[in-house]
């Protein structure tokens, strides 16, 4: 028997969660309203956010560069 799994995108409560884990000095909230926009999966997130944890200004790096590749319209 096959099991399909539907994993959805990650909600507010979660992208702050998760940023906070990351980023624990960094406003959780300012960075919600920069990628609210984008739709995320949780994976997407922690996997920017771990490779990209030691980047000073990694928000404006995020949004230019890094998500604009794996959002689905």
């Known amino acids: 028997m096959d099991m399909i799994i539907h994993f959805d995108y990650a909600k507010k409560d979660q992208i702050i969660e998760?940023?906070?884990?990351f980023c624990p000095d960094d406003d959780s909230n300012e960075f919600y309203k920069q990628v609210k926009h984008l739709k995320l999966t949780p994976a997407i997130l922690q996997s920017f956010l771990f490779q990209k944890?030691?980047?000073f200004s990694f928000h404006l790096i995020?949004?230019?560069t890094f998500l604009p590749n794996y959002m689905h319209f």
Do not use: V
């Open 53 to 55: 944890k030691n980047l």
């Open 18 to 21: 998760i940023h906070k884990i």
């Open 62 to 64: 995020l949004i230019k």
